[in-house]
């Protein structure tokens, strides 16, 4: 069984927010990630796509609902919680 990879989920999800605008990206014809800019200089056709919708899927296929606000909620908490003991144990 393949491991997941968290970290590259995560900056991928990033980068389609720094690339987002007002909650669409550009997807080329090979669902490449492209400015607005980038196509137009290089006369490339462009999509646009539902960011939020983007990330949902990424997420989605690796097993956690990011959609659903309890996850979020539970996640950020855990989050919070494994930051506040890892300084704990540190102290």
Same mark, same amino acid.
């Given at each position: 069984?393949?491991? /997941?990879n968290?970290?590259?989920?995560?900056? $991928?999800?990033l980068? =389609?927010?720094r690339?987002s605008? !007002?909650?669409?990206?550009?997807?080329?014809?090979?669902?490449?990630?492209? /400015?607005?800019?980038?196509a137009a200089?290089? $006369?490339v056709?462009v =999509?646009p796509?539902n960011?939020l !919708?983007?990330?949902?899927?990424q997420?989605?296929v690796l097993?956690?609902?990011i959609?659903?606000k309890?996850v979020?909620? $539970?996640l950020i908490?855990?989050l919070?919680?494994?930051?506040r003991?890892?300084?704990?144990?540190l102290?």
């Open positions: 069984m393949e491991k /997941t968290w970290n590259n989920a995560i900056d $991928k999800a980068e =389609v927010l690339m605008d !007002k909650g669409y990206v550009m997807l080329d014809m090979y669902n490449n990630l492209i /400015t607005p800019e980038e200089f290089n $006369k056709s =999509v796509y960011a !919708k983007f990330i949902e899927n997420f989605r097993g956690l609902d959609a659903d309890t979020r909620i $539970k908490a855990l919070e919680e494994f930051d003991i890892s300084k704990e144990k102290a």
